[in-house]
């Protein structure tokens, strides 16, 4: 099971609430929920996956797995965020085909780069859980870390290599406890991902949590499904409380074990978090894209478009995007978040959605907005098409850059080569089709009162949105 909620706050502006952390792209071309499916790729070893994700991310999920050339054995969407409890209690009960003994709760935004050692750590765990222990895995700290939650390891659980009972968890430490923990070695990192007997696990949360299998059992079995995606009925599930499996279980139960591991682990929580994981030059520096740095150390530097120049930094975070940019000391990476909640409140774009937007059918990026009008370049895939649509408040002018398009326009339909132009009135019904083999690329420039995305009223739509 590998649940992708999380939206990566810290990580902004790479990361957005519609493009969250799992899919954004971190650490070069492949995400890290990509990452995550290689990881548990070999079919000898793994059933296929059951992904959890909301409603905003199915399509980067799908499109994802597509491209891994993964078949996953369900996607659930979440109607709204519950935590980690309610989702994996609907994974479990999920009706999926020969569903297996053993259920590995994976995070899909953790970077392992020791993927041997974790697949030792899971072979010593398996026999635990199939005995019917609730098995985790605690990574060995090599620093005294205050962003994490940890674990302190027990005695050794019987006749079981490797498996240790849970002590107790600790909450993310201050600095002077962490120092400690470093100390004693007894306490270890928590990793969040978990190996659980599919029945003992929904045996014991119906004891410990009884509220959250009730919930997710209602929206499992009112849930609608199609070929691609089981969405969960909205009202049960939101009727589920809002709680971690750490909290409804793990901290509750007398069978919680936990297995060391030292796999390169980390939970890219942050830019300072990133950078620790990155490739750095010399002088210490994790450069990303069109970078060049004079006289600067210990700083992440990240440009996803034009030329960034660093001259003179000391230790810190740099990251353009073509709409946002940010700079901060690394030492203040946490604070990013409270950045983040701040472009919430006062509802600046720049929160949801990043300049190149994912859409199922290709993607499109911001080029340039002013008082009335916005220019996009538009991208569609070989055989793919917009929904026939219309807009209330404002007026499209296609060009086509490359490819050939295919135009719906009213009772119209017609063909669009490189270097030609459509203009859509305000109002009119309309599709964009990409009929070609290669991909299909259009500047699009809106003229209007109102150039928001949701002015959009959809009839016909391959993707279940009209």
């Known amino acids: 099971m590998i649940l992708c909620g999380g939206i990566g706050s810290r990580l902004w502006p790479v990361s957005r609430a519609a493009v969250g952390k ?3 792209d971190l650490l070069g071309e492949t995400s890290l929920f990509r990452m995550t499916l290689e990881r548990v790729g070999d079919p000898a070893r793994f059933a296929p996956p059951i992904v959890v994700c909301n409603e905003a991310q199915r399509f980067l999920a799908a499109e994802q797995l597509r491209a891994a050339g993964r078949t996953a054995a369900a996607v ?9 409890a309610p989702a994996i209690a609907a994974a479990a009960l999920a009706p999926v085909e020969d569903p297996a003994e053993l259920l590995l709760v994976l995070p899909s935004d953790h970077l392992i780069t020791e993927t041997g050692r974790f697949l030792e750590a899971l072979d010593r765990a398996t026999p635990a859980a199939l005995a019917g222990w609730l098995m985790t895995f605690g ?9 994490y939650g940890y674990i302190e390891r027990g005695e050794a659980l019987p006749e079981l290599a490797g498996c240790r009972r849970i002590a107790r968890f600790v909450e993310k430490p201050g600095p002077e406890a962490a120092e400690g923990y470093l100390a ?19 045996a014991e949360l119906e004891a410990r949590a009884p509220a959250v299998v009730q919930a997710a059992r209602g929206a499992i079995a009112r849930a609608t499904s199609d070929p691609d995606f089981t969405r969960l009925e909205a009202s049960a599930f939101e009727a589920a409380p809002g709680i971690s499996i750490d909290y409804a279980l793990m901290e509750k139960t007398d069978r919680a074990g936990v297995v060391p591991v030292d796999m390169g682990w980390s939970d890219v929580g942050s830019w300072d978090s990133l950078w620790r994981v990155s490739e750095s030059d ?9 970078v060049l740095a004079e006289d600067s150390r210990g700083s992440y530097l990240r440009s996803d478009g034009r030329l960034l120049v660093a001259l003179g930094l000391r230790d810190l975070v740099v990251v353009v995007q073509e709409d946002a940019v940010l700079v901060c000391p690394r030492d203040r990476a946490q604070e990013v978040r409270e950045v983040f909640d701040r472009l919430a409140t006062e509802a600046r774009p720049e929160h949801d959605l990043p300049s190149r ?19 996009k370049h538009l991208m569609l895939k070989p055989g793919a098409s917009i929904s026939l649509q219309r807009h209330r408040h404002r007026s499209e002018h296609w060009v086509v850059v490359r490819g050939r398009a295919e135009v719906t326009r009213d009772d119209e339909v017609f063909t669009l080569e490189a270097g030609e132009t459509t203009f859509i009135p305000q109002g009119s019904r309309h599709r964009l089709r990409n009929p070609g083999k290669d991909a299909l690329h259009i500047i699009e420039v809106q003229c209007g009162s109102y150039l928001g995305e949701d002015d959009i009223e959809r009839f016909e739509d391959d993707y279940g949105r009209s």
Do not use: C, K, Y
Not at 78 to 83: A, D, H, Q, S
């Open 282 to 290: 010399p002088d210490g520096n994790a450069r990303v894209g069109e």
């Open 139 to 147: 990574v060995t700290p090599d620093r005294p870390e205050t962003g």
């Open 22 to 24: 799992p899919f954004a």
């Open 76 to 84: 659930i969407l979440e109607p709204v965020g519950r935590n980690t």
């Open 357 to 375: 937007v994912p859409r199922p059918w290709g993607s499109f990026t911001s080029l340039m907005t002013g008082e009335g009008f916005q220019s």
């Open 184 to 202: 004693t070695g007894r306490h270890l990192w928590n990793s969040g991902i978990f190996l659980f007997p599919r029945t003992g696990l929904l």
